[in-house]
């Protein structure tokens, strides 16, 4: 048969590769990198190639089922839905609106009707039981950018290809294709920079395949970064080494920060983090000279119990280097599909309102995933008596897995969307099962605005929707819909054209009614059929770079840009600064009370950076292989990988473990065994367990990651938060280490 060729980004990870597809008939023949990709270049990693597997999947449902006495059973759409409405009114009719909570996972952000169709749902279930994987990741950076920028979107990303120092706080983008920066082919890049003269330097507890190819590697203990970033702003005022005048905005508090952190010096960062004086002077002086440099950090700053504090000394080591909105240091993205100029200048607070049993506060309208299991748990009014998952695996992500697990097993109804019965879903009473991402179109609403350079890509779907199969968009839709009472039969457009009408409305407003402009007039200019599409035309047209409805006739629209599959680039980062500021004063607060507090709390803490009874801190680690819980089911990736107990081989000879035996790790929260890995790549006094592992829970219709199941890691992660964010710790537990069997 004859083949022909598609192209398609990847949706499994924000660095958003170019895939060539090689089709034959409604065969995958071949997946590769699309050499001409707009910023990929042909790069890609085994994950995106895995997409035929995860395409042919056995054990991806295809269509709705639920549970019966004897296991799940097949059952049509309408069948479904009208089970899942009739669930909803009956926990909501017996224990009210917040009885019900959403989990709101993270491949959510990978599609486009995750991005466009989750508002409606949210609003629909008037519940404050909202929870996402935000708060087991990068919840402290948004709550950081949000006390700085006004906005919690509003988050600069480092300008890999024109800075000259590059340094990476916990990130390890070389097997993680990086995160919170959109830039595939990391060991290119860093090449590049390496080859134009600059450094990357790279601050990690473990030699990760990043800290490998740096030009420096600066080991520290875990959960200290936030000693060694304040220390590094205290240098820059030391040696006056501050610069500002180029940004052109009031800043506030900048003697007040000075103050704040003059106690935290280098020796004392030295001492905490376990790092040379000399390395970390080094460290200052290069960041303090060196013009344009790019601080970037991720998970390791972010899951510990001062993430917000870290992620925004970052932002302020950046914006005090003068490197913040400056080409080659970091700069904010102007994708496509965003307004130019911040719209809402209410600026950001956080506590709105507090989570019932524990008062932990509200942080982007959400509340922190760590006490879902005590909202279910604990009897009396806004008890959580229902789940609602989209595209999550909480009892794998969140810690305290075991206390999770048993919570939602007693629920009385849940409803996973999602791809598997996995982990979670087992316990649902209704799954609604996505289209292949091959059937559904694609555009990073998420991703194009962290890239690091502006581009704009949208990939067709590659076969239609199969009969008996449903768009991801349609099935947030009508759960929005049941949701409000309109039933399980209404039709999904309506809330499209709601999505549109609210878009729409803004537009004509801003107008004014003089301009003769209405909103049937604007949707009539709409080429897509109702859908993410349609809305996606909309925001293009009159999006920075659009044609404005035919007004500007060489901007974009989504007709032209389908008719680009490699996507087009739309430059490198301009200095925006001005146009996504969001404060209400227009200025920055370099030291909010919030911040100020935290840092009094962290002066307090410094004595409890200890071990106790248990001699080993335990830290993750992402494998190039893995995608966080869900990819342990396609055959090519499981093979790579496996899921051990990383420890240093002078710690295993001093108690006596050997490579290979199977070791019991044990920490506040739990016991598990697994098979220990030697590696110098570690430091002595740490061990690491990937996540996402942990594929054992009766129930499951997992059956290749079943093979090999490994150990769920959050089984051993007590509850502890940042109480800024709410986001959760995961790093840097204390766990004793035994050969397994012993005692
Ligand atoms: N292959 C693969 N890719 C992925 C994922 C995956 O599971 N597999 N997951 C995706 C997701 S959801 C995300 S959020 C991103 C995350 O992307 P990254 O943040 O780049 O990935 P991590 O591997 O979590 O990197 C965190 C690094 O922090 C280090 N670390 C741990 N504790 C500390 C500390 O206290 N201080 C410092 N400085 N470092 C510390 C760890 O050793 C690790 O190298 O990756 C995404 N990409
Ligand atoms: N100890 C420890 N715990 C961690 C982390 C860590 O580093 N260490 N990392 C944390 C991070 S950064 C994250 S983001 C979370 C991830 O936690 P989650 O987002 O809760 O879990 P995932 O493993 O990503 O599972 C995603 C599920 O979504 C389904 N899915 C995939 N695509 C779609 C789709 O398009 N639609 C629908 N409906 N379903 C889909 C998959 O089948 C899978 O079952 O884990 C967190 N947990
Ligand atoms: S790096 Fe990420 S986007 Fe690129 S192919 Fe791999 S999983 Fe897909
Ligand atoms: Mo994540």
Same mark, same amino acid.
């Given at each position: 048969?004859?083949?022909?060729?598609?192209?398609?980004?990847?949706?499994?990870?924000?660095?958003?590769?170019?895939?060539?597809?090689?089709?034959?008939?409604?065969?995958?023949?071949?997946?590769?990198?699309?050499? /001409?990709?707009?910023?990929?270049?042909?790069?890609?990693?085994?994950?995106?190639?895995?997409?035929?597997?995860?395409?042919?999947?056995?054990?991806?449902?295809?269509?709705?089922?639920?549970?019966?006495?004897?296991?799940?059973?097949?059952?049509?759409?309408?069948?479904?839905?009208?089970?899942?409405?009739?669930?909803?009114?009956?926990?909501?009719?017996?224990?009210?609106? %917040?009885?019900?909570?959403?989990?709101?996972?993270?491949? %959510?952000?990978?599609?486009?009707?995750?991005?466009?169709?989750?508002?409606?749902?949210?609003?629909?279930?008037?519940?404050?039981?909202?929870?996402?994987?935000?708060?087991?990741?990068?919840?402290?950076?948004?709550?950081?950018?949000?006390?700085?920028?006004?906005?919690?979107?509003?988050?600069?990303?480092?300008?890999?290809?024109?800075?000259?120092?590059?340094?990476?706080?916990?990130?390890?983008? #070389?097997?993680?294709?990086?995160? @919170? +920066?959109? &830039?595939? /082919?990391?060991?290119?890049?860093?090449?590049?920079?390496?080859?134009?003269?600059?450094?990357?330097?790279?601050?990690?507890?473990?030699?990760?395949?990043? &800290?490998?190819?740096?030009?420096?590697?600066?080991?520290?203990?875990?959960?200290? /970064?936030?000693?060694?970033?304040?220390?590094?702003?205290?240098?820059?005022?030391?040696?006056?080494?501050?610069?500002?005048?180029?940004?052109?905005?009031?800043?506030? %508090?900048?003697?007040?920060?000075?103050?704040?952190?003059?106690?935290?010096? @280098?020796?004392?960062?030295?001492?905490?983090?376990?790092?040379?004086?000399?390395?970390?002077?080094?460290?200052?002086?290069?960041?303090?000279?060196?013009?344009?440099?790019?601080?970037?950090?991720?998970?390791?700053?972010?899951?510990?119990?001062?993430?917000?504090?870290?992620?925004?000394?970052?932002?302020?080591?950046?914006?005090?280097?003068?490197? @913040?909105?400056?080409?080659?240091?970091?700069?904010?993205?102007?994708?496509?599909?965003?307004?130019?100029?911040?719209?809402?200048?209410?600026?950001?607070?956080?506590?709105?309102?507090?989570?019932?049993?524990?008062?932990?506060?509200?942080?982007?309208?959400?509340?922190?995933?760590?006490?879902?299991?005590?909202?279910?748990?604990?009897?009396?009014?806004?008890?959580?008596? +229902?789940?609602?998952?989209?595209?999550?695996?909480?009892?794998?992500?969140?810690?305290?897995?075991?206390?999770?697990?048993?919570?939602?097993?007693? @629920?009385?109804?849940?409803?996973?969307?999602?791809?598997?019965?996995?982990?979670?879903?087992?316990?649902?009473?209704?799954?609604?099962?996505?289209?292949?991402? #091959?059937?559904?179109?694609?555009?990073?609403?998420?991703?194009?605005?962290?890239?690091?350079? %502006?581009?704009?890509?949208?990939?067709?779907?590659?076969?239609?929707?199969?009969?008996?199969?449903?768009?991801?968009?349609?099935?947030?839709?009508?759960?929005?819909?049941?949701?409000?009472?309109?039933?399980?039969?209404?039709?999904?457009?309506?809330?499209?054209?709601?999505?549109?009408?609210?878009?729409? /409305?803004?537009?004509?407003?801003?107008?004014?009614?003089?301009?003769?402009?209405?909103?049937?007039?604007?949707?009539?200019?709409?080429?897509?059929?109702?859908?993410?599409?349609?809305?996606?035309?909309?925001?293009?047209?009159?999006?920075?770079?659009?044609?404005?409805?035919?007004?500007?006739?060489?901007?974009?629209?989504?007709?032209?840009?389908?008719?680009?599959?490699?996507?087009?680039? #739309?430059?490198?980062?301009?200095?925006?600064?001005?146009?996504?500021?969001?404060?209400?004063?227009?200025?920055?607060?370099?030291?909010?009370?919030?911040?100020?507090?935290?840092?009094?709390?962290?002066?307090?803490?410094?004595?409890?950076?200890?071990?106790?009874?248990?001699?080993?801190?335990?830290?993750?680690?992402?494998?190039?292989?893995?995608?966080?819980?869900?990819?342990?089911?396609?055959?090519?990736?499981?093979?790579?990988?496996?899921?051990?107990?990383?420890?240093?081989?002078?710690?295993?000879?001093?108690?006596?473990?050997?490579?290979?035996?199977?070791?019991?790790?044990?920490?506040?929260?739990?016991?598990?065994?697994?098979?220990?890995?030697?590696?110098?790549?570690?430091?002595?006094?740490?061990?690491?367990?990937?996540?996402?592992?942990?594929?054992?829970?009766?129930?499951?219709?997992?059956?290749?990651?079943?093979?090999?199941?490994?150990?769920?890691?959050?089984?051993?992660?007590?509850?502890?938060?940042?109480?800024?964010?709410?986001?959760?710790?995961?790093?840097?537990?204390?766990?004793?280490?035994?050969?397994?069997?012993?005692?």
């Amino acid at each position: 048969m004859e083949t022909r060729i598609h192209y398609k980004v990847c949706p499994f990870c924000e660095a958003g590769c170019g895939l060539e597809l090689t089709l034959s008939g409604e065969e995958v023949v071949q997946v590769r990198g699309d050499k /001409d990709h707009v910023l990929s270049r042909g790069f890609c990693c085994p994950k995106g190639i895995a997409l035929k597997e995860f395409h042919e999947d056995k054990d991806r449902l295809r269509k709705p089922v639920i549970r019966e006495a004897g296991g799940f059973r097949t059952v049509d759409w309408d069948t479904a839905f009208r089970k899942v409405e009739e669930g909803l009114e009956r926990v909501r009719a017996a224990h009210g609106k %917040n009885s019900v909570a959403l989990y709101l996972g993270n491949p %959510n952000t990978h599609t486009m009707a995750g991005a466009l169709f989750m508002a409606p749902l949210i609003r629909a279930l008037q519940t404050r039981n909202i929870y996402t994987a935000s708060s087991v990741d990068q919840i402290p950076k948004q709550a950081a950018c949000g006390f700085l920028y006004g906005s919690p979107v509003a988050i600069p990303v480092p300008d890999i290809d024109r800075t000259k120092l590059f340094v990476i706080f916990g990130g390890n983008p #070389l097997v993680s294709g990086g995160s @919170l +920066m959109t &830039a595939p /082919d990391m060991r290119r890049r860093i090449r590049d920079l390496q080859e134009r003269g600059g450094a990357c330097m790279v601050i990690d507890p473990m030699r990760t395949r990043t &800290a490998e190819v740096a030009d420096i590697h600066l080991p520290i203990q875990p959960g200290t /970064d936030v000693y060694l970033l304040l220390g590094l702003i205290s240098y820059l005022f030391d040696k006056n080494a501050v610069r500002t005048e180029a940004l052109n905005v009031r800043l506030r %508090n900048l003697e007040g920060l000075k103050e704040a952190v003059s106690p935290f010096t @280098l020796e004392r960062a030295a001492g905490v983090c376990g790092m040379k004086l000399e390395a970390v002077q080094d460290l200052a002086e290069r960041i303090a000279f060196t013009r344009p440099s790019a601080l970037y950090g991720r998970m390791g700053t972010s899951v510990t119990a001062h993430g917000t504090l870290a992620c925004w000394a970052i932002e302020v080591l950046n914006l005090l280097t003068g490197n @913040l909105d400056a080409p080659g240091g970091t700069g904010f993205p102007l994708a496509a599909h965003m307004q130019a100029k911040a719209t809402s200048k209410k600026g950001f607070v956080t506590g709105r309102w507090h989570s019932r049993v524990s008062g932990a506060p509200e942080v982007m309208g959400e509340l922190p995933a760590s006490v879902l299991a005590e909202e279910m748990e604990t009897p009396g009014e806004g008890q959580v008596r +229902m789940l609602i998952t989209v595209a999550g695996n909480p009892v794998i992500a969140l810690p305290e897995s075991d206390r999770l697990d048993a919570a939602i097993s007693e @629920l009385d109804f849940q409803v996973a969307v999602d791809y598997y019965i996995n982990d979670t879903s087992r316990h649902a009473d209704v799954i609604l099962p996505p289209a292949s991402p #091959l059937s559904q179109g694609h555009y990073d609403f998420f991703f194009h605005g962290f890239s690091v350079r %502006n581009t704009a890509v949208y990939s067709a779907p590659v076969f239609p929707v199969p009969d008996g199969e449903k768009a991801k968009w349609e099935i947030l839709a009508r759960l929005a819909l049941i949701a409000e009472g309109k039933g399980a039969d209404a039709p999904p457009e309506l809330v499209e054209r709601m999505i549109l009408g609210g878009l729409t /409305d803004k537009v004509v407003a801003a107008l004014g009614e003089e301009s003769g402009v209405t909103a049937d007039r604007l949707i009539q200019g709409l080429t897509p059929p109702p859908g993410p599409e349609r809305i996606l035309d909309f925001l293009l047209k009159i999006g920075p770079y659009g044609d404005a409805f035919g007004m500007k006739p060489h901007g974009l629209s989504f007709e032209k840009l389908a008719a680009l599959p490699h996507g087009m680039d #739309l430059g490198p980062l301009k200095p925006r600064l001005n146009d996504v500021l969001a404060t209400p004063d227009g200025c920055m607060d370099l030291l909010p009370e919030i911040l100020a507090e935290d840092i009094r709390r962290l002066d307090r803490a410094e004595e409890r950076v200890h071990r106790g009874e248990r001699p080993f801190l335990l830290i993750g680690r992402r494998q190039l292989r893995t995608n966080n819980s869900w990819m342990h089911n396609l055959p090519s990736l499981l093979k790579g990988s496996r899921c051990t107990l990383m420890m240093h081989p002078e710690d295993a000879r001093s108690l006596h473990l050997k490579e290979g035996g199977m070791v019991r790790i044990t920490s506040d929260a739990g016991s598990l065994e697994a098979p220990l890995s030697l590696s110098e790549r570690i430091l002595p006094g740490l061990v690491s367990l990937p996540h996402g592992w942990g594929h054992t829970y009766p129930g499951a219709r997992l059956s290749v990651a079943e093979t090999h199941p490994g150990v769920n890691v959050n089984r051993l992660t007590p509850r502890a938060m940042d109480p800024v964010s709410g986001n959760a710790v995961l790093n840097g537990i204390a766990v004793s280490i035994q050969p397994a069997g012993g005692c």
